[in-house]
């Protein structure tokens, strides 16, 4: 299994092999740079591509389902504008999905916290802040803002979040450690339908719908016009297939909340 503690003990393994055979054989002091190399370039993939577990275990898919069912994620909200949007799109196709939301922006708007939950969806955290230096946190930052954001969910809803999805689906061991002591579920996504960057709907609908199978967890956001217009072309889509969209609690049976 390819993780950070793995590919740390084999790269210390060959360097310590490499400093016994440098003497025997002469080998060129340069070559240490091999594996630490490889050491690098594996550390970065892993850091941005969460699907690899390279440093935690996160949930990306439940393919072994037998239930026509997938599990719809957005990220980043609530937003003013379009998360009622997309609780009502929601609410016409009968669909179940997780919100995983940014704690400053809960903060501003508790009541669409509130409808979100009342509407029959889970909630999951998604950082307080969501800054674009996340993955350069220490830990103890990471912990304070992960512990930030659920204190915050907590005084609207009075339920302790168990569900994590770090910004930008990205994972070191700071971020590892942090979720680890405090005992979260972490996600990631199976589809990603990068509506963030898409230039219209479409784009995003043949992205999610393209190889969408049972047990998918597909990652979109509710933060835009474009995404609202993607979610009820997929929305359709699932309808047609006689396809529905359930919470990751219902997917894997698991508790969303601290009981």
Same mark, same amino acid.
């Given at each position: 299994?390819?993780?950070? @503690?793995?590919?740390?003990?084999?790269?210390?393994?060959?360097?310590?092999?490499?400093?016994?055979? @440098?003497?025997?054989?002469?080998?060129? +002091?340069?070559? +240490?740079?091999?594996?630490?190399?490889?050491?690098?370039?594996?550390?970065?993939?892993?850091?941005?591509?969460?699907?690899?577990?390279?440093? /935690?275990?996160?949930?990306?898919?439940?393919?072994?389902?037998?239930?026509?069912?997938?599990?719809?994620? /957005?990220?980043?909200?609530?937003? =003013?504008?379009?998360?009622?949007?997309?609780?009502?799109?929601?609410?016409?196709? &009968?669909?179940?999905?997780?919100?995983?939301? +940014?704690?400053?922006?809960?903060?501003?708007?508790?009541?669409?916290?509130?409808?979100?939950?009342?509407?029959?969806?889970?909630?999951?955290?998604?950082?307080?802040?969501?800054? *674009?230096?996340?993955?350069?946190?220490?830990?103890?930052?990471?912990?304070?803002?992960?512990?930030?954001?659920?204190?915050?969910?907590?005084?609207?809803?009075? @339920? &302790?979040?168990?569900?994590?999805?770090?910004?930008?689906?990205?994972?070191? =061991? &700071?971020?590892?450690?942090?979720?680890? *002591?405090?005992?979260?579920?972490?996600?990631?996504?199976?589809?990603?339908?990068?509506?963030?960057?898409? !230039?219209?709907?479409?784009?995003?609908?043949? !992205?999610?719908?393209?190889?969408?199978?049972?047990?998918?967890?597909?990652?979109?956001?509710?933060?835009?016009?474009?995404?609202?217009?993607?979610?009820?072309?997929?929305?359709?889509? /699932?309808?047609?297939?006689?396809?529905?969209?359930?919470?990751?609690?219902?997917?894997? *049976?698991?508790?969303?909340?601290?009981?």
């Amino acid at each position: 299994m390819l993780s950070f @503690r793995n590919v740390n003990s084999v790269v210390v393994l060959l360097i310590l092999i490499f400093f016994g055979l @440098r003497f025997k054989f002469d080998i060129v +002091i340069w070559y +240490i740079l091999i594996p630490i190399v490889g050491w690098l370039f594996l550390t970065a993939i892993g850091s941005f591509n969460i699907s690899l577990n390279y440093f /935690l275990k996160a949930t990306h898919h439940k393919h072994y389902t037998d239930k026509n069912v997938i599990a719809l994620t /957005l990220d980043d909200g609530p937003h =003013p504008e379009f998360t009622p949007k997309v609780l009502e799109l929601l609410k016409e196709f &009968n669909s179940k999905a997780t919100f995983f939301l +940014i704690g400053k922006n809960a903060e501003k708007y508790p009541e669409l916290v509130k409808q979100i939950i009342a509407d029959g969806h889970v909630i999951g955290s998604h950082s307080y802040a969501h800054t *674009n230096n996340y993955g350069f946190l220490s830990r103890n930052g990471v912990t304070k803002d992960i512990m930030k954001s659920q204190k915050v969910l907590f005084d609207i809803t009075k @339920r &302790n979040v168990q569900f994590f999805r770090p910004p930008f689906g990205v994972t070191n =061991p &700071n971020i590892a450690r942090a979720v680890k *002591n405090l005992s979260l579920k972490t996600f990631g996504w199976s589809v990603r339908s990068y509506d963030t960057v898409a !230039k219209n709907s479409e784009t995003v609908f043949k !992205k999610v719908t393209a190889n969408l199978k049972n047990g998918d967890i597909v990652l979109l956001h509710d933060t835009s016009e474009l995404s609202v217009d993607a979610l009820e072309k997929v929305l359709t889509h /699932l309808k047609i297939k006689n396809m529905n969209s359930v919470t990751l609690t219902t997917l894997f *049976n698991t508790d969303s909340y601290e009981v």
